[in-house]
C-alpha cells in the first residue's frame, strides 16, 4: 500500500479508536458493574486448583478436611454466581453501547448537510447504522474480557512458578512461540476485515436501490441484468471470506498443536516432581488447572479477533459521524414577510461549482418560478433556501436574517418544503399532511389536502383520513399530492416546492398553481419549475445555467430568448413533447404566450 494511503488509514483507524473510547466513557456503569465481576471471577478461578488440590491431598492423606471440602463449595457457587452477574452486565453494556452509537448516527444523519449525507447510498448507511454499530458495541465488554483474560493469565504462570519452578519454566519457555502465532493472526485478520465489510456495504446498497425501483426492474424485464449488478461485489466478498478462513485455519492449527504439547509438557516436569517426592500428589490437578488458567491469553484470540472486528466496523461508523453537520444557530428569526436574499453564494461539490456567485433578492410573498436544465441548480439552490445545506462561501437570509445564526426549531416552523418524492411519514393520512406540526385539526388537514387536489382521494379511501400511510394504495402522483398538502398545511412564510409537481398531471398540476397564485397569495412561494404554463403565472422567474443566474424577470420577457423556449420543449420538462422540429418550438412559444396573455387577462381582472 502507498504510503499516503497508508497515512490515511492510520489517521481513519484513530478516528475509530476515539469513537470506542467515547462508548467506553458512554457506558461507564454496566462497564464498571462488567470489571468488578471480571475482577471477582480472576480472585475465584486463582483460587480454585489451589483450593481442589488442598482438598485431594487431605482425602489422600486420611484426614479429609471439613474446611478445605466447604471451601472447594464456595467457590464452585462463587464462580457460578460471578458468571452470570459477568453475563448480565456485559449484555447490559452492549445493549447500551449500540443503542448510544445508533441514537448518535442517527441524529449526525438528521441534523447533517443534505449534500454531504447523499453521499452514502442509503443500503450504505443501513449496513453501518444496523451491522457496524452493532459490531461496535461489543468492543467496550470485549476489552474488559480481554483484560481479565490476560490478568488470569498472568496469575495463573506466577502461580505456576510459585509450584515450582521448573514447571512455571517450562511453561514459560512456550509462551513466545504462542504470542507471535497469535499476533500473525489478527493482524491478517484486521486487514482482511476491513475489505469484507466495505464488499459487504457495497452489496447492501445496491440490494437497497433494486428493491426500492423492484417495480422498475419488473416492467423493464431486467431482473436477471439486475441481479447481475447487485450481486457484482459478490466475488470480492466471498474472496475477504475465503482469505478470512484461510488465515483462521492457518494460524488455529498451529495454536490447536502448540497449546495440548505445551500442556503436556508443563504436567510432565509436575508428574516427575511428585515421582521425585518434591511434589505432592494434589499438585498435579493444581498444575492442570494453573496450566489452562496460564494458557487463556492464548484463548483470548476470539475476543482479540472480536477487537480487530470492532475497530474496522468503527472506522466505517465514524465516517457517518465525520458527515458536515449544520450549526446550529440560537438567534430568533426577525419578523417579516418573507423575503429571501441571496448574497455571493457559492456552492462546491469537490472541484465543480453547482452554485457560483449567485446574488438574488426574492421578493416577499411573490410566486417566485426557478427554471434551466438538469444541473443547472435548481435543487441546490431549493436546498439553501430553507437550509436543508449551508453555502461553502456567502449567506442566504430570510427577512434580513442569516439562516446560520436562526434557531432550527424557529426557522423549521417558518418554512415549509414540498418534494419531488415526498416520504409519508407520522403514521395514518392525516397525521402525514400535519406531519412537523405541533397543532391540527381536521378542517385544516382537508383543506391542505383540497389545495393540493387530493382530498378525494384520500376520502375513497376505506379509512379516509385515519387509513395507514404504509398501507394506503396511492400512485407516485397521488403521494405527491399528500406531499404538496403537507407544505400547504404548515403555512410558513416561505413555501419551497423542490420539483414537488413533476409526477403531477396538467389539470391537477393547474389546480396546485391555483393554490399557490391565490389561496397563498401573500406567502413568499419558491417552485422549480418545469412547465411553461407554471412560469408564466409566477411572479419572477429565475433563469439558473451551470449554477449562474442567466436570466431573471416576467416569463414574457424571458420567453423571447429563444433558449428560454428551449429549456420547455427539452426532454428536461417531463410535460414537453420533443419533437426537435421548429413547429413545436412554435407551438410551444404559443403556449406560453396563451398562458401568459390569461395571466394578464386574470390580472385585469382583479
Known amino acids: 500500500m502507498p504510503v499516503p494511503e497508508q497515512a490515511e488509514e492510520q489517521v481513519k483507524q484513530r478516528h475509530g479508536d476515539r469513537l470506542i473510547a467515547s462508548l467506553v466513557r458512554g457506558t461507564w456503569a454496566p462497564l464498571a458493574v462488567a470489571g468488578v465481576s471480571a475482577a471477582a471471577s480472576i480472585g475465584v478461578s486463582l483460587a480454585l486448583p489451589a483450593a481442589l488440590a488442598a482438598a485431594v491431598n487431605s482425602v489422600l492423606a486420611g484426614q479429609a478436611s471439613p474446611i478445605a471440602c466447604a471451601s472447594l463449595a464456595a467457590l464452585l457457587v462463587a464462580e457460578a454466581f460471578v458468571e452470570i452477574t459477568t453475563h448480565v452486565a456485559g449484555i447490559t453494556s452492549v445493549t447500551s453501547a449500540t443503542s448510544l452509537l445508533r441514537l448518535r448516527v442517527i441524529d449526525r444523519l438528521l441534523h447533517s448537510d443534505v449534500g454531504g449525507a447523499a453521499a452514502l447510498p442509503a443500503g450504505e448507511l443501513t449496513n453501518r447504522l444496523v451491522g457496524n454499530t452493532s459490531t461496535v458495541g461489543y468492543v467496550p465488554v470485549t476489552v474488559v474480557s480481554a483484560a481479565a483474560g490476560a490478568v488470569t493469565s498472568l496469575g495463573g504462570a506466577v502461580a505456576l512458578f510459585a509450584i515450582d519452578w521448573r514447571v512455571g519454566l517450562t511453561f514459560l519457555a512456550g509462551v513466545p512461540v504462542a504470542v507471535v502465532v497469535t499476533r500473525v493472526l489478527v493482524a491478517r485478520i484486521s486487514s482482511l476485515y476491513g475489505t469484507y465489510q466495505r464488499a459487504q456495504g457495497r452489496l447492501a446498497a445496491r440490494l437497497t436501490e433494486t428493491l426500492a425501483g423492484v417495480r422498475t426492474v419488473r416492467a423493464a424485464g431486467t431482473a436477471s441484468r439486475e441481479i447481475t449488478r447487485v450481486l457484482e461485489p459478490l466475488p470480492e466478498l466471498s474472496a475477504a471470506g475465503r482469505a478470512l478462513w484461510k488465515a483462521q485455519a492457518h494460524s488455529v492449527w498451529h495454536l ?209 383520513y385515519a387509513t395507514p400511510a404504509a398501507d394506503a394504495p396511492l400512485s407516485g402522483g397521488e403521494v405527491q399530492r399528500l406531499g404538496l398538502a403537507r407544505a400547504f398545511f404548515r403555512r410558513g412564510r416561505l413555501t419551497i416546492l423542490d420539483d414537488a409537481t413533476s409526477s403531477l398531471d396538467t389539470a391537477t398540476e393547474a389546480q396546485v398553481t391555483n393554490a399557490l397564485v391565490d389561496a397563498m397569495r401573500g406567502r413568499t412561494r419558491l417552485v422549480i419549475a418545469h412547465r411553461p404554463a407554471t412560469a408564466a403565472r409566477a411572479d419572477l422567474v429565475i433563469w439558473l445555467d451551470s449554477g449562474r443566474v442567466r436570466g431573471r424577470g416576467a416569463h414574457r420577457e424571458l420567453w423571447r430568448d429563444p433558449a428560454y423556449r428551449a429549456l420547455f420543449a427539452s426532454g428536461d420538462d417531463p410535460g414537453a413533447i420533443d419533437t426537435g422540429d421548429d413547429t413545436a418550438a412554435a407551438a410551444a412559444e404559443g403556449t406560453g404566450h396563451a398562458v401568459a396573455d390569461e395571466e394578464e387577462a386574470c390580472t385585469s381582472a382583479q
Open 256 to 464: 490447536t498443536l502448540l497449546l495440548p504439547l505445551m500442556e503436556l509438557l508443563v504436567l510432565a516436569v509436575a508428574g516427575l516432581g511428585i515421582a521425585q517426592g518434591r511434589l505432592q500428589p494434589g499438585v498435579l490437578l493444581e498444575t492442570a488447572g494453573y496450566t489452562a488458567l496460564a494458557l487463556a491469553f492464548v484463548k483470548q484470540i476470539d475476543p482479540l479477533l472480536s477487537l480487530a472486528y470492532g475497530r474496522s466496523a468503527a472506522v466505517r461508523v465514524h465516517d457517518v459521524l465525520a458527515l458536515p453537520a449544520l450549526a446550529s444557530g440560537g438567534a430568533p428569526l426577525a419578523e417579516g414577510p418573507g423575503a429571501l436574499s441571496f448574497r455571493g453564494v457559492t456552492v462546491m461539490r469537490g472541484q465543480t461549482p453547482v452554485l457560483d456567485h449567485i446574488d438574488l433578492e426574492i421578493p416577499a410573498g411573490a410566486l417566485t418560478a426557478v427554471v434551466g436544465h438538469s444541473g443547472a441548480g435548481k435543487t441546490t439552490l431549493a436546498s439553501l433556501a430553507g437550509r436543508l445545506t449551508d453555502p461553502d462561501r456567502g449567506q442566504v437570509l430570510l427577512d434580513g436574517t442569516p439562516l446560520g445564526d436562526v434557531d432550527p426549531g424557529l426557522l423549521r416552523s417558518a418554512v415549509a418544503y414540498a418534494f419531488e418524492r415526498p416520504v409519508l411519514l407520522g403514521g395514518d393520512i392525516a397525521s402525514a399532511i400535519a406531519y412537523g406540526a405541533s397543532v391540527s385539526t381536521p378542517e385544516a388537514v382537508s383543506a391542505a389536502a383540497r389545495a393540493a387536489g387530493v382530498d378525494d382521494v384520500v376520502r375513497r379511501l376505506p379509512l379516509g
